[in-house]
């Protein structure tokens, strides 16, 4: 896949998500994983870290500056010591954004492989 127009693709999904006034539960979880999705490109992280990196994102979202350039942690997967990759979130994703997803970010930290689950999901709607 082609980075800025792969990336181009989802932000506009993504905006067009984020502008609906009635969020039913597919819009949810697409508005989800799209969040993912972002995260991933955008950092050129694996499916798994992008996940860790939007949960840690959450998990923090109090104690971040949201006025400059958002910067988290995730660890790195395939290494068999402890070791963690910076990832930033993309500009268009907001506190909000996280909060409205919640339900969602639950469910995946509570799911033994995410990464199976959004792969799955990535191949259904996007072939």
């Given at each position: 896949m082609e980075y800025m127009?792969?990336?181009k693709m989802f932000l506009d999904e993504f905006k067009n998500i984020k502008n609906k006034?009635?969020?039913?539960k597919k819009d949810l979880k697409k508005y989800a994983y799209l969040i993912?999705?972002?995260?991933?490109i955008k950092?050129?992280?694996r499916v798994g870290e992008a996940v860790n990196g939007v949960l840690w994102f959450y998990e923090n979202r109090n104690k971040i500056n949201w006025n400059d350039t958002v910067v988290g942690w995730a660890k790195i997967e395939k290494l068999k010591?402890?070791?963690?990759?910076?990832i930033t979130l993309p500009r268009a994703i907001t506190k909000r954004d996280l909060e409205k997803v919640e339900p969602i970010l639950k469910d995946l930290?509570?799911?033994?492989?995410?990464?199976?689950?959004?792969?799955?999901?990535?191949?259904?709607h996007y072939g």
């Open positions: 127009k792969t990336f006034e009635i969020l039913y993912i999705f972002l995260i991933q950092n050129g992280c010591k402890e070791e963690y990759r910076k930290k509570n799911v033994k492989k995410p990464s199976i689950r959004l792969s799955n999901w990535l191949k259904r």
